[in-house]
């Protein structure tokens, strides 16, 4: 986060909280014992509690759950800290049977994260194995991945709630919120920007109860809360992440902060794990920027570091250079190893992002947002169809031609779909079906009835692509497109940036608009837009006549919550907007996304 964190709530708390309930739950189970992780639970955990704090809790082994295992060997204690999942629940009962089988006796333990569910109970006691396990919880919800980034780390919510319409995670969301508030104190300003934004909230009042009733503002940390569902703005996902770090979580993939580098960046034969966190200063400097304006401060950074470094050759006494040794070098190392590589990553960066065929993609996303050159777009999106290029490229420019223009005409729908599903399999008629029933590529019904020649197909087709959209409204009224292509992507002034001036992220433009209002009312001809509805219950409003020194600081802190998901670049956009407005932003998401990996959730994988 840029900036001062005077007053900005310290979001370590919320890891020792974890960490600490932890604890006491391993504690509370004498003796040695076995831990077998859930592995979407591994790197969560890792940023929570480390091994040498499991040791301490007489952790004698940890396994990885793997489903294909039917048995594990261990001590007569076994602890699973597992997501509460049916089919987790079978695995687990097929150990359980398993060593019952063998005549082994054991001790077992079930910790579900972050809450334990009733269909588990069932499926363990359809197995026959309830009498010989017992279940805890642990609400291990939102994850510190930096000062000002929480995840739930639950990447499966997008398509369990928008998808399949299962509400269980609505109360984890609204326990984190709680946990925060427990923290900080109650925030008085609470916007909502989606259906999930809505029951999160209410489920969250409900819980809170007679809390609610006269709470204490002045102690508050937070002054603002804005809920947004992902399904309001599509758009800004599926968009080629041009800022430094989403360049990396698009090319090499960002899992819970931590990114590997492979021989391509660091030179060598073994892989290097870095964690990614304002505690590198290098990649602090960089994360936010334009990837234009990263290799120009890298190599400035090189040239003097190299100059610290030929310190040590005019050091004259002994004392000097022992005084070097211990406060600099150790340092100047450190930052020579991660500038070493952010250079390596900057080098894969420009071989993949810069080939021809990228640029012209680009170029095709950008005219999309535009609207212009449609019949274009349309050709070069049926070539990569019939190259059989990355399928899921592919389906990014689709949903994008989609979204932009409230559907796609219903003769070039057909065509586009039947080309796909022809090139890329024909389960692809499931992805098609789950994208439509998400509003990401829905069939444009046609307004007029045309001569049935195929002059009037074109006309009609044609027509329905330049009338006059949903998302084009929504560009104009929150000037989303900038007017000018002279965007300055060295300094920036708009938050454009993050796309080089194409495209300002639309759930970032509705979060200055609800900061800036203070409401919904008179947002009617944009939030009728908006699917699901909004809402604000502000208790604290900022009055205009006050001046900024007389509000009290938590007015300026806001916590910004997707539900669904949200990317690197709109996190950098929030910090702009920070920067440019005075607010400072804590993120919190129930995962970070790119576009690749939110249509993965939705793409039906070929049979085996």
Request: glycine fraction near 6%.
């Amino acid at each position: 986060m840029a900036g001062s964190t005077t007053n900005f709530p310290n979001v370590q708390r919320i890891r020792d909280m974890v960490r600490n309930d932890l604890a006491s739950l391993l504690d509370s189970f004498k003796g040695k014992k076995d831990l077998v992780l859930d592995t979407e639970l591994m790197k969560p955990l890792d940023r929570v509690a480390g091994a040498t704090m499991l040791k301490q809790r007489h952790v004698d082994k940890i396994f990885k759950l793997d489903p294909t295992q039917k048995s594990i060997h261990g001590c007569e204690q076994r602890v699973y800290l597992v997501r509460p999942q049916m089919t987790t629940m079978k695995v687990i009962a097929d150990h359980v049977n398993s060593d019952r089988s063998s005549n082994i006796k054991r001790e077992y333990r079930i910790i579900m994260v972050p809450r334990k569910l009733h269909v588990c109970e069932m499926i363990l006691e359809h197995e026959g194995v309830m009498g010989y396990i017992t279940i805890h919880e642990l609400q291990m919800d939102l994850i510190p991945l930096d000062r000002d980034i929480l995840s739930l780390e639950l990447p499966q919510f997008f398509r369990s709630f928008y998808l399949d319409s299962d509400h269980t995670w609505i109360q984890t969301i609204a326990k984190s919120l709680i946990n925060i508030q427990a923290l900080c104190g109650i925030i008085p300003n609470v916007y909502g920007i989606g259906k999930g934004s809505k029951m999160v909230n209410d489920l969250m009042k409900n819980i809170l109860g007679e809390k609610l009733s006269g709470p204490d503002y002045s102690k508050c940390d937070i002054g603002n809360l804005i809920l947004i569902d992902r399904d309001i703005d599509f758009v800004t996902p599926l968009c080629s992440q041009l800022t430094y770090e989403g360049l990396l979580d698009d090319t090499f993939g960002i899992s819970c902060g931590y990114i590997e580098f492979g021989k391509d960046v660091t030179g060598k034969d073994q892989s290097t794990k870095l964690l990614l966190s304002s505690e590198d200063q290098i990649f602090d400097e960089v994360r936010n920027r334009h990837f234009s304006n990263v290799f120009e401060y890298l190599s400035s950074k090189a040239k003097s570091l190299q100059t610290e470094f030929d310190q040590r050759h005019g050091l004259e006494s002994v004392g000097d250079t022992k005084d070097f040794v211990a406060t600099k070098l150790r340092g100047l190392k450190a930052q020579k190893a991660a500038l070493s590589h952010h250079i390596g990553a900057c080098e894969v960066i420009l071989g993949k992002k810069t080939k021809g065929e990228f640029e012209e993609y680009l170029q095709t996303e950008h005219s999309l947002l535009e609207g212009t050159a449609l019949r274009e777009n349309m050709t070069f999106i049926e070539e990569l169809i019939n190259k059989q290029s990355s399928m899921i490229q592919t389906l990014k420019l689709l949903c994008l031609l989609s979204l932009t223009l409230d559907g796609i005409p219903a003769r070039d729908y057909k065509s586009l779909k039947k080309q796909y599903c022809q090139s890329h399999g024909f389960e692809q008629m499931l992805t098609f079906y789950n994208l439509s029933k998400l509003g990401m590529i829905t069939d444009q019904e046609l307004t007029t009835i045309q001569p049935a020649t195929s002059l009037g197909k074109v006309t009609s087709s044609m027509a329905a692509m330049t009338k006059h959209s949903s998302f084009k409204s929504l560009c104009r009224r929150l000037a989303l497109i900038p007017k000018t292509d002279d965007i300055n992507l060295k300094s920036p002034t708009d938050m454009s940036y993050v796309f080089s001036g194409a495209y300002s992220p639309l759930s970032c433009k509705l979060v200055e608009q609800a900061l800036t209002r203070e409401t919904f009312i008179g947002m009617e001809e944009i939030t009728k837009h908006l699917p699901g509805g909004v809402f604000a219950e502000v208790n604290a409003k900022q009055s205009k006549g006050k001046m900024p020194s007389s509000l009290p600081p938590s007015s300026k802190v806001v916590l910004v919550y997707f539900l669904g998901g949200c990317t690197y670049s709109e996190i950098s956009a929030l910090r702009f907007l920070g920067r440019l407005k005075g607010y400072r932003f804590l993120v919190a998401t129930t995962s970070i996304i790119t576009g690749t990996s939110l249509l993965e959730q939705v793409v039906e994988k070929p049979p085996i």
